[in-house]
């Protein structure tokens, strides 16, 4: 996250044509209280957050409901293009990254496109891992949630390897 954000704020043309069309809303790490204990997934009161956007407690998930609900004021205000949710993956290597399939051909073009152009533009992102089916395990995702509820075709998990 930290080369996105130092790329977005920076000097080069990509950057600023970026700015130019487009408003970044950049939400910090959702399990703040779990990561200093030594967590990845869960928050400090055990619950794996990355499955808890269907239906969050505002006490139990906060980070998790404050987050849909900002998402539902910006799609209030303009277009939501893009939900990016990063992780970090502990069993698979390279980065690459899961989506959501449609039932319209044309949509589901376009869900394909930033991975395949990602792992055109980088060699450690690979289309080969990525993955474009919801299975039901994953339904209360964030992606998934998203997708479904806001009706943000290209929304993602971009999974990076814990092993570089």
């Known amino acids: 996250m930290k080369g996105v954000l130092n790329f977005l704020l920076s000097s080069s043309e990509e950057a600023k044509t970026l700015r130019q069309h487009f408003v970044f809303r950049i939400v910090p790490m959702l399990n703040p209280d779990g990561v200093v204990y030594g967590n990845y997934r869960c928050c400090l009161l055990g619950y794996d957050l990355n499955r808890r956007w269907k239906v969050p407690d505002r006490s139990f998930h906060p980070t998790i409901y404050y987050t849909k609900r900002t998402i539902r004021y910006m799609k209030q205000e303009r277009e939501i293009e893009v939900f990016y949710d990063l992780h970090a993956h502990s069993l698979q290597e390279k980065i690459f990254m899961y989506g ?65």
């Open 100 to 164: 959501c399939s449609d039932t319209d051909i044309k949509k589901n073009a376009v869900i394909r496109i930033i991975p395949l152009v990602l792992a055109q533009l980088d060699n450690s992102f690979s289309y080969k891992f990525s993955e474009f089916q919801i299975e039901k395990c994953k339904e209360s995702a964030g992606r998934v949630v998203i997708y479904k509820k806001f009706n943000i075709s290209k929304s993602y998990t971009c999974e990076s390897s814990f092993y570089g």
